[in-house]
């Protein structure tokens, strides 16, 4: 079974230019959670999807980022215009649904670097 | 405010036994979770507590106890590929998952 897929896996961007990640979580699963990690740091949750609707985006900057997932499958999330400050790792995550505790699996992240 | 607190990093030798202590504060309590990640990769599923007590996996076990917002992961039997960073992560009320910083666990022989 294949897992979570996230791609591009690095990204090297200027300040200011737009930059997307996409997510393509585990066959099933309908709660997708995107995640930033900074260095030495646990993720931070930015946005939960329970099928396509955004049940959680507390902590996304709403004024640069966005994210959707029109069928409730495949997520991108998006940074416009990037600041020095959005390096990290960008992670992704499924899981069979999230209003029982359920185990989350995760992509293996896009590394981006704002130059 | 929610809180999780663990080591920033510790060592053991190969072969030895560590335990990774993890100390929580949180808007009600759904579970308790470990990941383990290795550098430059995605965080995978240790364990899961939501009862008080010891559970066991193997070389890994994972202890909890509620009324003091504890737990620690207890890894046996230490190889070199355990060198990682161990992730304590603990389920709110709203089943929103708050992480630690993690603790990087080095392993020498």
């Known amino acids: 079974e294949a897992g979570v897929v996230q791609s591009p896996r690095y990204k090297i961007i200027e300040k200011k230019q737009p930059v997307a990640f996409w997510c393509n979580p585990i066959s099933g699963h309908n709660t997708l959670y995107w995640y930033r990690q900074n260095l030495g740091q646990g993720p931070e949750l930015l946005i939960r999807y329970e099928n396509e609707e955004a049940v959680d985006d507390s902590q996304l900057p709403k004024d640069r980022f966005s994210a959707e997932r029109l069928k409730g499958v495949d997520s991108t999330l998006k940074i416009q215009p990037a600041e020095l400050g959005d390096s990290a790792v960008y992670l992704c995550a499924s899981s069979l649904g999230s209003g029982d505790v359920k185990e989350q699996f995760f992509g293996p992240g896009t590394r981006l670097t704002v130059l | 405010g929610q809180n999780i607190d663990q080591p920033t990093e510790m060592t053991a030798t190969e072969g030895a036994i560590v335990q990774i202590n993890c100390t929580y504060q949180?808007?009600?309590?759904?579970?308790l979770f470990w990941y383990q990640q290795h550098a430059g990769e995605a965080p995978t599923f240790l364990s899961y507590?939501?009862l008080d007590g010891l559970e066991e996996k193997g070389r890994f076990s994972s202890f909890l106890s509620r009324s003091k917002g504890y737990s620690y992961l207890l890894l046996k039997e230490l190889q070199m590929k355990d060198s990682a960073s161990y992730l304590c992560a603990v389920m709110d009320s709203n089943y929103q998952l708050i992480w630690g910083a993690g603790t990087k666990l080095i392993i020498k022989p």
């Open positions: 507590n939501v």
């Open positions: 949180t808007s009600g309590f759904n579970g």
